[in-house]
């Protein structure tokens, strides 16, 4: 087999953070979003190659992790596209990339942004299983949420419907941008592409092709993460810590207080200040304030402000409410 990270978003969403740095860089603990795939990957001598799907901006980015890292199987596919408006669409994307790099193996493909609880290992004995296109299923429990990704509908475990963020969800169990597809299926993604099929999200090549092939679903209960929001990203690193912190030994903390779910990384300096919920990256100082549930970027120097749910960029400095 192969495997196929998909890593090639911008992640407007989460901008200032992620304007200059990939979203799958960013620390769940002591590891990156990404680095848990790729350790899965890794251990999986059922996978030969590992191909990280991104862009031309952060292609240097990928270039570097990878080379500072232990893993062997992960090489970048560039598709040439430097912003948002560019992009050919995560199907668009992946057709290129398996014509790119001649693929021509049972394919696992899986979103670089994706925290996950289960063992890919055990989604691809079920896989294996079936040899037919399989995907993993998560309840979100709100049909609000719902509305943003892939509905799914089963008898059992095949897929006997497929709704790509509908309108108006009739349930609450969703694809997670994790697929394995068997060799002879990656045929029908040119021919899906060349009826003029919606070439953007995974989930509307899924919708077509659960009509044409026997398509199943890999269940998982648990927990599961879609980095794309701060929220999010704040939810899954209190997932991770489970209401602990991690304070670098390298930090510097004066008449300050850490609840739950707070990281706290390299030469931060805090003073007066109360935290909570919140993550601080390298070398930012707070002085004299209250954050909670917040993401500050690194360099960045505050003084007296009482924050939540806030985002603050690198290198900005805000003293008593003056930027």
């Known amino acids: 087999m192969k495997a196929v990270v998909l890593a090639g978003g911008y992640a407007t969403r989460m901008w200032p953070?992620?304007?200059?740095?990939?979203?799958?860089?960013?620390?769940?603990?002591?590891?990156?979003?990404?680095?848990?795939?790729?350790?899965?990957?890794?251990?999986?001598?059922?996978?030969?190659?590992?191909?990280?799907?991104?862009?031309?901006?952060?292609?240097?980015?990928?270039?570097a992790h990878l080379a500072d890292s232990e893993f062997e199987k992960p090489q970048l596919s560039v598709e040439e596209t430097t912003e948002e408006?560019?992009?050919?669409?995560?199907?668009?994307?992946?057709?290129?990339?398996?014509?790119?790099?001649?693929?021509?193996?049972?394919?696992?493909?899986?979103?670089?942004?994706?925290?996950?609880?289960?063992?890919?290992?055990?989604?691809?004995?079920?896989?294996q299983?079936?040899?037919?296109?399989?995907l993993a299923a998560y309840d979100v429990g709100s049909r609000e949420?719902?509305?943003?990704?892939?509905?799914?509908?089963?008898?059992?475990?095949?897929?006997?419907?497929?709704?790509?963020?509908?309108?108006?969800?009739?349930?609450?169990?969703?694809?997670?941008a994790c697929y394995a597809f068997p060799r002879t299926s990656l045929d029908l993604l040119e021919t899906y592409l060349e009826d003029g099929n919606n070439p953007d999200?995974?989930?509307?090549?899924?919708?077509?092709?659960?009509?044409?092939e026997p398509t199943y679903a890999y269940t998982f209960e648990g927990a599961w993460f879609d980095i794309g929001t701060p929220e999010s990203y704040l939810d899954a690193v209190a997932?991770?810590?489970?209401?602990?912190?991690?304070?670098?030994?390298?930090?510097?903390?004066?008449?300050?207080?850490?609840?739950?779910?707070?990281?706290?990384?390299?030469?931060?300096?805090?003073e007066g200040t109360t935290l909570e919920q919140?993550?601080?990256?390298?070398?930012?100082?707070?002085?004299?304030?209250?954050?909670r549930r917040s993401i500050i970027d690194e360099g960045t120097h505050l003084e007296e402000l009482d924050l939540a749910g806030a985002l603050i960029g690198a290198h900005t400095t805000i003293t008593n409410g003056t930027e």
């Open 239 to 270: 997932w991770h810590l489970d209401g602990d912190s991690l304070v670098a030994g390298s930090a510097t903390l004066e008449d300050t207080t850490i609840g739950e779910n707070v990281h706290v990384m390299d030469d931060v300096t805090l």
């Open 17 to 63: 953070i992620t304007k200059h740095r990939p979203k799958m860089f960013l620390p769940i603990g002591e590891s990156t979003v990404v680095d848990r795939i790729f350790a899965e990957l890794e251990a999986d001598d059922r996978i030969e190659e590992v191909y990280v799907s991104t862009n031309e901006r952060f292609a240097p980015d990928f270039e």
């Open 278 to 291: 919140t993550i601080i990256f390298p070398n930012a100082t707070v002085r004299d304030g209250d954050i």
């Open 145 to 176: 949420k719902a509305k943003s990704y892939g509905l799914v509908d089963l008898e059992g475990d095949r897929v006997v419907d497929f709704q790509e963020k509908p309108a108006d969800p009739k349930s609450t169990l969703v694809s997670i």
């Open 201 to 212: 999200e995974p989930g509307w090549f899924v919708q077509w092709l659960q009509n044409r």
């Open 129 to 134: 299983e079936r040899d037919a296109p399989t």
């Open 85 to 127: 408006d560019d992009k050919f669409g995560v199907v668009g994307a992946l057709a290129q990339l398996i014509d790119r790099e001649n693929v021509d193996d049972d394919l696992l493909i899986i979103a670089g942004d994706n925290l996950i609880s289960f063992d890919v290992a055990d989604f691809l004995d079920e896989f």
